[in-house]
C-alpha cells in the first residue's frame, strides 16, 4: 500500500484548512468506499481539521492528535454503528466525532447547544456509551457483546482504551471476566506513555507482525482443533509454550493468562498496518487484546514535546492591531490557593503527605511534586486505592491529604465510608471541582458531595465562601483529628488575597456578615454555604436581609442558628449541591428537630442533569445566579409576609 509522509504542524491553523478528501465523508459508510491507499490522506486531512477546530473552541487535543490513524483504521475495519465502538477515556473521540457525520459542528464542542466534550447516547448513533469517567470501556462493550450473544447477533464489539485508562481497577476487572467468557470483544489498547509500556525494539515489532498474521492465527485455530484429541495435558502443555514464547519478545504475557489473544505492539500510525491487524481481529473468534503504540500529541510538533501540557487548550482568540489596554493579572484559582497551602504545611510538619488520583496539574500539586518528591504520590486513575492508600497512612501516624475532584471521589465512596470514617482516621479531603464546572459538563460536575458526605459519620465538612477562607479552613481540617474534607469550586473567586500564615477556624463555626435592617417589618436570613455567599451578599444588600456564612456543613453552628431562629420570620438556604440531602437540608433537619416552625426555602442546584454550557450559563440556567436569587427570594417572601 502507498503510504504518504505525515504532515507535521507547528502552529494552529488559524484559518480552515482545505481538507476536500474529508469533505465527503459524513458518516463511516463513505470512509469505507474510500481506496486503502487514500487513508494516509484522509489523516492528514482529519489531523489539520482537528488541529484548527479545537483552536477555535478549546477543549481536549493532544489524546485526539495521537488517534487520528486508529480512528479511521477502526472505522474502516469495523461495519459501524452495527459494530459497537465503545471510547475510553471520552476525550480520545474528537476525531470519532468528525467522521460520524459531527465535523462541521465540531467549533461548537463543550459550548450551550454544540457537541457534548464526551461521547454521549443522546447526540449519535455512533456513541454507543456515555463516557465521562474512565476505565467504564471494557464493562460496557462485554455487556454489549454478551447481549449480542444471547440474542443471536453476529455484531462485533470493540473498546479502546487509552490515555491512562488502563490504570484503574475496575478495568481489570472487566478484563478478568471477559477473558472467561466466548465474547467476540476486542479490547484496543492506545498506549501512548500514559499507560502501561513501552515499545520494546526491532525483535519484538518483527514478532508483533508474526503474531498478528493471518497465517500465525490460521496455524493457532487449526492447531487448536487438533489438540481437542489429546489429553488436556498437552493441551495445557502447548497453550504454555505459546505464552511463554509470547512473553519473550512481547509485553502480552499478562492479557494472555487472563484469557485473551494478544496482538501487538503495532505501531498506532501505520494505517496500513493497523488496517491489517484490526481486520484479522475481526475475523477471530473469542475475545482478543490488540496493543497499539501511539504518540499523543501526533502531528503537531510541541504537543509530542509536552504532551501533558497541551493535554487540552484554550479557544485561541483572533489577533488585534487596535490599541487594547493590557488585561489585568489573572486572579489565582482556588486550586493554586490550595497548592501553595499544601507546600506551606508541608515545610512545617514532616508527616504531610500529598496523594492525587491522575490529577497532578488540574489540582495544582505540581509544585508540591516537585519539591517534595518522597510524599507525593500520583496513584494513576485509582480513586478508591487513593483513598485506602490515605486511610493506611493514616494508621501509620502520616498526615495524608488527597487531593480530588468532587466527582471522582464519588467513585471511591465505598472506602470513604469503610476505610476512612469508620475507623476515624485522620485523612483530610480537598475536593475540588465542587458545583458546576461549565463546559465539560454533567459528567463531570461536583453536584452531590454535600449530600454523600453530609451522612457519613465522624466527618468534617467545610465549604469556603473565598481564597483566603479555603486557606483557614484546610489548616483546620488539617489539625482535625478524624475525617476531614473541604469542597471549593473550579476556577477563581471573589479575589480575596491570603495571608502567609497558617491559622485555623474554630471549628463548627459560622459567621454573620450581615445584619437586616431594625426597621425591617419581616427579617429575612439568608444562610449561604461556600461558594453562595457572593452572589447572596448582592441580594442581601438589595433586599435588606442578614447573611450568614455558614462555613460548616457538618457541624452545623446550632447556637448562630438559634440567634437566627429567634430573630427572623423566614430563612433561606443557599448552595451549589442538589438540595435533596445537602446543606439545607440539614438546616431544615435541625429545625425539625427544636421544633422551629418559620419558613425555610432551600435553594440549590436543580434535580436535573444541566448540559454543557460556561459556568456563568449554567449558573443562570441553575437560577443560582444574583439576579434570579434576588428574583426567586422576592416572591417566595413577599408570598410568606402575605399569609
Same mark, same amino acid.
Not at 57 to 78: K, P, W
Not at 448 to 466: G, K, Q, S
Given at each position: 500500500?502507498?503510504?504518504?509522509?505525515?504532515?507535521?504542524?507547528?502552529?494552529?491553523?488559524?484559518?480552515?484548512?482545505?481538507?476536500?478528501?474529508?469533505?465527503?465523508?459524513?458518516?463511516?459508510?463513505?470512509?469505507?468506499?474510500?481506496?486503502?491507499?487514500?487513508?494516509?490522506?484522509?489523516?492528514?486531512?482529519?489531523?489539520?481539521?482537528?488541529?484548527?477546530?479545537?483552536?477555535?473552541?478549546?477543549?481536549?487535543?493532544?489524546?485526539?492528535?495521537?488517534?487520528?490513524?486508529?480512528?479511521?483504521?477502526?472505522?474502516?475495519?469495523?461495519?459501524?454503528?452495527?459494530?459497537?465502538?465503545?471510547?475510553?477515556?471520552?476525550?480520545?473521540?474528537?476525531?470519532?466525532?468528525?467522521?460520524?457525520?459531527?465535523?462541521?459542528?465540531?467549533?461548537?464542542?463543550?459550548?450551550?447547544?454544540?457537541?457534548?466534550?464526551?461521547?454521549?447516547?443522546?447526540?449519535?448513533?455512533?456513541?454507543?456509551?456515555?463516557?465521562?469517567?474512565?476505565?467504564?470501556?471494557?464493562?460496557?462493550?462485554?455487556?454489549?457483546?454478551?447481549?449480542?450473544?444471547?440474542?443471536?447477533? $453476529?455484531?462485533?464489539?470493540?473498546?479502546?482504551?487509552?490515555?491512562?485508562?488502563?490504570?484503574?481497577?475496575?478495568?481489570?476487572?472487566?478484563?478478568?471476566?471477559?477473558?472467561?467468557?466466548?465474547?467476540?470483544?476486542?479490547?484496543?489498547?492506545?498506549?501512548?506513555?500514559?499507560?502501561?509500556?513501552?515499545?520494546?525494539?526491532?525483535?519484538?515489532?518483527?514478532?508483533?507482525?508474526?503474531?498478528?498474521?493471518?497465517?500465525?492465527?490460521?496455524?493457532?485455530?487449526?492447531?487448536?482443533?487438533?489438540?481437542?484429541?489429546?489429553?488436556?495435558?498437552?493441551?495445557?502443555?502447548?497453550?504454555?509454550?505459546?505464552?511463554?514464547?509470547?512473553?519473550?519478545?512481547?509485553?502480552?504475557?499478562?492479557?494472555?493468562?487472563?484469557?485473551?489473544?494478544?496482538?501487538?505492539?503495532?505501531?498506532?500510525?501505520?494505517?496500513?498496518?493497523?488496517?491489517?491487524?484490526?481486520?484479522?481481529?475481526?475475523?477471530?473468534?473469542?475475545?482478543?487484546?490488540?496493543?497499539?503504540?501511539?504518540?499523543?500529541?501526533?502531528?503537531?510538533?510541541?504537543?509530542?514535546?509536552?504532551?501533558?501540557?497541551?493535554?487540552?487548550?484554550?479557544?485561541?482568540?483572533?489577533?488585534?492591531?487596535?490599541?487594547?489596554?493590557?488585561?489585568?493579572?489573572?486572579?489565582?484559582?482556588?486550586?493554586?490557593?490550595?497548592?501553595?497551602?499544601?507546600?506551606?504545611?508541608?515545610?512545617?510538619?514532616?508527616?504531610?503527605?500529598?496523594?492525587?488520583?491522575?490529577?497532578?496539574?488540574?489540582?495544582?500539586?505540581?509544585?508540591?511534586?516537585?519539591?517534595?518528591?518522597?510524599?507525593?504520590?500520583?496513584?494513576?486513575?485509582?480513586?478508591?486505592?487513593?483513598?485506602?492508600?490515605?486511610?493506611?497512612?493514616?494508621?501509620?501516624?502520616?498526615?495524608?491529604?488527597?487531593?480530588?475532584?468532587?466527582?471522582?471521589? $464519588?467513585?471511591?465512596?465505598?472506602?470513604?465510608?469503610?476505610?476512612?470514617?469508620?475507623?476515624?482516621?485522620?485523612?483530610?479531603?480537598?475536593?475540588?471541582?465542587?458545583?458546576?464546572?461549565?463546559?465539560?459538563?454533567?459528567?463531570?460536575?461536583?453536584?452531590?458531595?454535600?449530600?454523600?458526605?453530609?451522612?457519613?459519620?465522624?466527618?468534617?465538612?467545610?465549604?469556603?465562601?473565598?481564597?483566603?477562607?479555603?486557606?483557614?479552613?484546610?489548616?483546620?481540617?488539617?489539625?482535625?483529628?478524624?475525617?476531614?474534607?473541604?469542597?471549593?469550586?473550579?476556577?477563581?473567586?471573589?479575589?480575596?488575597?491570603?495571608?502567609?500564615?497558617?491559622?485555623?477556624?474554630?471549628?463548627?463555626?459560622?459567621?454573620?456578615?450581615?445584619?437586616?435592617?431594625?426597621?425591617?417589618?419581616?427579617?429575612?436570613?439568608?444562610?449561604?454555604?461556600?461558594?453562595?455567599?457572593?452572589?447572596?451578599?448582592?441580594?442581601?444588600?438589595?433586599?435588606?436581609?442578614?447573611?450568614?456564612?455558614?462555613?460548616?456543613?457538618?457541624?452545623?453552628?446550632?447556637?448562630?442558628?438559634?440567634?437566627?431562629?429567634?430573630?427572623?420570620?423566614?430563612?433561606?438556604?443557599?448552595?451549589?449541591?442538589?438540595?435533596?440531602?445537602?446543606?439545607?437540608?440539614?438546616?431544615?433537619?435541625?429545625?425539625?428537630?427544636?421544633?422551629?416552625?418559620?419558613?425555610?426555602?432551600?435553594?440549590?442546584?436543580?434535580?436535573?442533569?444541566?448540559?454543557?454550557?460556561?459556568? $456563568?450559563?449554567?449558573?443562570?440556567?441553575?437560577?443560582?445566579?444574583?439576579?434570579?436569587?434576588? $428574583?426567586?427570594?422576592?416572591?417566595?417572601?413577599?408570598?410568606?409576609?402575605?399569609?
Amino acid at each position: 500500500m502507498e503510504r504518504t509522509i505525515m504532515r507535521l504542524f507547528t502552529n494552529i491553523p488559524t484559518e480552515r484548512p482545505v481538507t476536500p478528501l474529508l469533505d465527503r465523508i459524513n458518516s463511516p459508510q463513505e470512509l469505507r468506499s474510500l481506496n486503502a491507499g487514500d487513508l494516509s490522506r484522509l489523516a492528514d486531512e482529519l489531523r489539520a481539521y482537528l488541529l484548527w477546530s479545537v483552536g477555535r473552541s478549546g477543549g481536549h487535543f493532544g489524546a485526539g492528535l495521537g488517534v487520528v490513524e486508529l480512528t479511521i483504521a477502526l472505522h474502516y475495519c469495523f461495519n459501524t454503528p452495527e459494530d459497537r465502538l465503545v471510547w475510553d477515556v471520552g476525550h480520545q473521540a474528537y476525531p470519532h466525532k468528525i467522521l460520524t457525520g459531527r465535523r462541521e459542528q465540531l467549533p461548537s464542542i463543550r459550548q450551550e447547544g454544540g457537541l457534548a466534550a464526551f461521547p454521549a447516547r443522546e447526540e449519535s448513533i455512533y456513541d454507543t456509551f456515555g463516557v465521562g469517567h474512565s476505565s467504564t470501556a471494557i464493562s460496557a462493550a462485554l455487556g454489549m457483546a454478551l447481549a449480542a450473544r444471547n440474542s443471536g447477533q $453476529q455484531r462485533r464489539a470493540a473498546a479502546i482504551v487509552g490515555d491512562g485508562a488502563l490504570t484503574a481497577g475496575m478495568a481489570f476487572e472487566a478484563l478478568n471476566h471477559a477473558g472467561h467468557t466466548d465474547t467476540n470483544l476486542l479490547v484496543v489498547l492506545n498506549d501512548n506513555d500514559m499507560s502501561i509500556s513501552e515499545n520494546v525494539g526491532g525483535l519484538s515489532q518483527y514478532f508483533s507482525r508474526l503474531l498478528a498474521s493471518r497465517t500465525y492465527t490460521s496455524m493457532r485455530e487449526n492447531g487448536k482443533k487438533v489438540l481437542r484429541h489429546f489429553p488436556e495435558a498437552a493441551q495445557i502443555l502447548a497453550r504454555r509454550a505459546e505464552e511463554h514464547m509470547k512473553g519473550m519478545v512481547t509485553p502480552g504475557t499478562l492479557f494472555e493468562e487472563l484469557g485473551f489473544h494478544y496482538l501487538g505492539p503495532v505501531d498506532g500510525h501505520d494505517l496500513p498496518r493497523l488496517t491489517e491487524v484490526l481486520d484479522t481481529a475481526r475475523s477471530l473468534d473469542g475475545p482478543q487484546f490488540l496493543h497499539v503504540i501511539t504518540q499523543k500529541g501526533k502531528g503537531f510538533s510541541p504537543a509530542e514535546a509536552a504532551p501533558i501540557k497541551y493535554h487540552a487548550i484554550s479557544k485561541i482568540e483572533p489577533q488585534t492591531t487596535t490599541g487594547k489596554a493590557p488585561a489585568a493579572p489573572a486572579k489565582p484559582k482556588y486550586s493554586n490557593i490550595f497548592g501553595d497551602w499544601l507546600c506551606d504545611m508541608a515545610a512545617v510538619d514532616e508527616r504531610l503527605q500529598g496523594i492525587t488520583p491522575a490529577m497532578r496539574e488540574g489540582s495544582d500539586l505540581v509544585r508540591f511534586s516537585r519539591e517534595y518528591p518522597q510524599r507525593y504520590f500520583d496513584v494513576a486513575i485509582a480513586e478508591q486505592h487513593a483513598v485506602t492508600l490515605a486511610a493506611g497512612m493514616a494508621c501509620e501516624g502520616a498526615k495524608p491529604v488527597v487531593a480530588i475532584y468532587s466527582t471522582f471521589l $464519588q467513585r471511591a465512596y465505598d472506602q470513604l465510608i469503610h476505610d476512612v470514617a469508620l475507623q476515624n482516621l485522620d485523612v483530610l479531603f480537598a475536593i475540588d471541582r465542587a458545583g458546576l464546572v461549565g463546559e465539560d459538563g454533567p459528567t463531570h460536575a461536583g453536584s452531590f458531595d454535600l449530600t454523600y458526605l453530609r451522612c457519613i459519620p465522624n466527618m468534617v465538612v467545610m465549604a469556603p465562601r473565598d481564597e483566603a477562607e479555603l486557606r483557614r479552613m484546610l489548616t483546620t481540617g488539617y489539625h482535625h483529628p478524624g475525617p476531614a474534607a473541604v469542597r471549593y469550586p473550579r476556577g477563581s473567586g471573589p479575589g480575596v488575597v491570603p495571608d502567609s500564615t497558617l491559622d485555623s477556624l474554630p471549628l463548627g463555626k459560622a459567621e454573620i456578615l450581615r445584619a437586616s435592617g431594625a426597621k425591617a417589618a419581616k427579617r429575612i436570613a439568608l444562610l449561604a454555604f461556600g461558594s453562595m455567599v457572593s452572589p447572596a451578599a448582592t441580594v442581601a444588600e438589595t433586599l435588606d436581609t442578614t447573611l450568614v456564612d455558614m462555613r460548616f456543613i457538618k457541624p452545623l453552628d446550632t447556637d448562630c442558628l438559634q440567634q437566627i431562629m429567634a430573630d427572623h420570620d423566614v430563612v433561606v438556604t443557599l448552595e451549589e449541591n442538589v438540595v435533596a440531602g445537602g446543606a439545607g437540608s440539614a438546616v431544615a433537619e435541625w429545625m425539625a428537630a427544636e421544633d422551629h416552625r418559620i419558613p425555610i426555602l432551600q435553594i440549590g442546584l436543580p434535580d436535573r442533569f444541566l448540559d454543557h454550557a460556561s459556568a $456563568q450559563r449554567q449558573h443562570m440556567l441553575a437560577e443560582l445566579d444574583a439576579a434570579s436569587l434576588e $428574583q426567586r427570594i422576592g416572591a417566595w417572601t413577599a408570598r410568606q409576609f402575605e399569609r
